[in-house]
C-alpha cells in the first residue's frame, strides 16, 4: 500500500481548539482513549513495547491513558506498526481491540455522559468534548433519528477507513457494555473497506454495513436514542454530575494553562515563576493544577518535551534546545530528555528522519 503525505485541513469549530488555530500533526493534542485496546492488545504479547516507549513515551503495560497524550504523527507510528503491516489480521486486532473496552475506558468525560438523560445527549456530549483525530458531528436524519459523521481532521488517504472503524467499534463497545441487547443503529457507513469482510462486521455492528460513502456516519436506530441511560448508584452518580458539571472547564482551563506556559518557556522555569506570572499564589497554582489531575511538574514536563521533539525534529542542536528550555546545560537537558523518553535527543532526531522518509 503506498504510503500519502498528511496534510492539515482546517478544524471544525465544536473542537476545543479555537477555529483560528491550525492543528499540526506533531501537535501532542489527542487523548490514548482511542485505540486503549489496540495498545492493551500489543503489549499483552510484547509486541514493540519498547518501540513505543522510546518514540512516543507512552508504556502499553500502564494504563494511564487519561494522563497522556499523542501527536498524529506519533498515532500514525502507532498504526504503521500495529496495523498497516501486510501479515497483519486486521479483524482479529480490531475485534481484540474492541473487547477490552467499555464506558470506563474512555476516562471522566465518558462517566460524566452517563449523568445525560438517554443515548442521543451522551452521543452529542461526548461528540463536543473527545480530544480525537477526527471531528464527530451529530447530524438529525431523515428518520427523526440522529447520524453520527465522522471527519478527518488530516488528509491521510491511507489512514481514514483505519480511524473510521476504530472510531465506530469504540462507540458500539462502550453503547454494548451498559445498553446489551438494544439493537444500537440502522447502518453504519465507511468511506472505503479496511480488508474486513462486510459479513464480519455486519455481525459485529448487527445492522447493515455499506462501504464507498461520501461520507462514515452511525444511523442510530431510534430505540438505542431514546434508551434511559443505565442507572447508577448515587454515590456513583454524585461522582459523575460533578464530573459533568466541571468536565468542560477542566479541559479548557488545562489547555490554556499549557498554552500560557509554552508562551512563556523562556521566563518560567518553576511553579514559583508560573505563580508569579498569572498573579496568584503558588498554593492557588497548586489547588488549580490538582484539581485538573494534574501538577506543575508534570505540566512543565508536557510542555518542554513537546518543544523540545519541535526542535530537534527542525534540526536545532541540543546546546540550544537547551537554552531555550531553561536547562543549565547540554548534559542536564540529554539527561532530562532519556528520563521523559527513554532514549537520547539523537537517537529520537535520528528515528523521526526515518519514520518522515519512510512517508515520502
Not at 488517504?157 to 469504540?170: D, G, I, S, Y
Not at 464530573?243 to 508562551?263: C, G, I, N, P
Request: proline share 3%.
Amino acid at each position: 500500500m503506498e504510503s500519502q503525505r498528511v496534510d492539515t485541513l482546517s478544524l471544525n469549530s465544536r473542537n476545543l481548539v479555537p477555529a483560528h488555530q491550525q492543528l499540526g500533526t506533531n501537535d501532542r493534542f489527542f487523548t490514548l482513549f482511542q485505540i486503549s485496546g489496540l495498545l492493551l492488545s500489543s503489549a499483552s504479547k510484547s509486541i514493540l513495547t519498547d518501540t513505543l516507549q522510546q518514540q512516543c513515551n507512552i508504556d502499553p503495560t500502564r494504563r494511564n491513558w487519561s494522563s497522556t497524550t499523542i501527536s498524529y504523527q506519533e498515532l500514525r507510528y502507532i498504526f504503521e506498526r500495529l496495523w498497516l503491516g501486510k501479515n497483519k489480521d486486521r479483524s482479529a486486532c480490531l475485534f481484540n481491540h474492541a473487547a477490552q473496552i467499555n464506558y470506563t475506558s474512555f476516562g471522566a468525560i465518558s462517566l460524566a455522559a452517563m449523568t445525560l438523560n438517554n443515548g442521543e445527549e451522551s452521543i452529542r456530549f461526548c461528540a463536543k468534548h473527545f480530544q480525537t483525530p477526527w471531528s464527530a458531528v451529530p447530524e438529525s436524519n431523515r428518520s427523526g433519528g440522529l447520524s453520527l459523521l465522522h471527519i478527518p481532521r488530516f488528509y491521510d488517504p491511507e489512514l481514514r477507513a483505519t480511524l473510521e472503524h476504530f472510531h465506530f467499534v469504540n462507540c458500539f463497545a462502550v453503547s454494548r457494555s451498559h445498553t446489551p441487547g438494544i439493537p444500537i443503529a440502522d447502518s453504519v457507513r465507511f468511506t472505503r473497506s479496511c480488508g474486513i469482510a462486510k459479513s464480519t462486521l455486519e455481525h459485529y455492528f448487527g445492522c447493515p454495513v455499506f462501504f464507498d460513502e461520501g461520507i462514515a456516519q452511525i444511523d442510530f436506530s431510534l430505540q438505542w436514542l431514546n434508551r434511559p441511560i443505565l442507572a447508577l448508584n448515587s454515590t456513583l452518580r454524585t461522582q459523575a454530575e460533578r464530573l459533568a458539571s466541571t468536565v468542560v472547564d477542566r479541559l479548557r482551563d488545562k489547555h490554556s494553562l499549557l498554552e500560557f506556559l509554552q508562551a512563556h518557556l523562556d521566563t518560567i522555569h518553576s511553579a514559583d515563576d508560573m505563580a508569579r506570572q498569572l498573579s496568584i499564589s503558588r498554593r492557588t497554582l497548586a489547588r488549580v493544577l490538582d484539581q485538573q489531575g494534574a501538577s506543575y511538574s508534570i505540566l512543565s514536563r508536557e510542555v518542554r518535551l513537546t518543544e523540545a521533539r519541535r526542535l530537534l525534529r527542525s534540526g536545532v542542536t541540543t546546546p540550544n534546545i537547551a537554552e531555550r528550555l531553561g536547562f543549565s546545560d547540554e548534559r542536564s537537558f540529554r539527561r532530562a530528555f532519556k528520563s521523559w523518553c527513554g532514549s537520547s535527543p539523537s537517537d529520537y532526531r535520528s528515528g523521526q528522519e526515518q519514520f518522515l522518509h519512510s512517508l515520502k
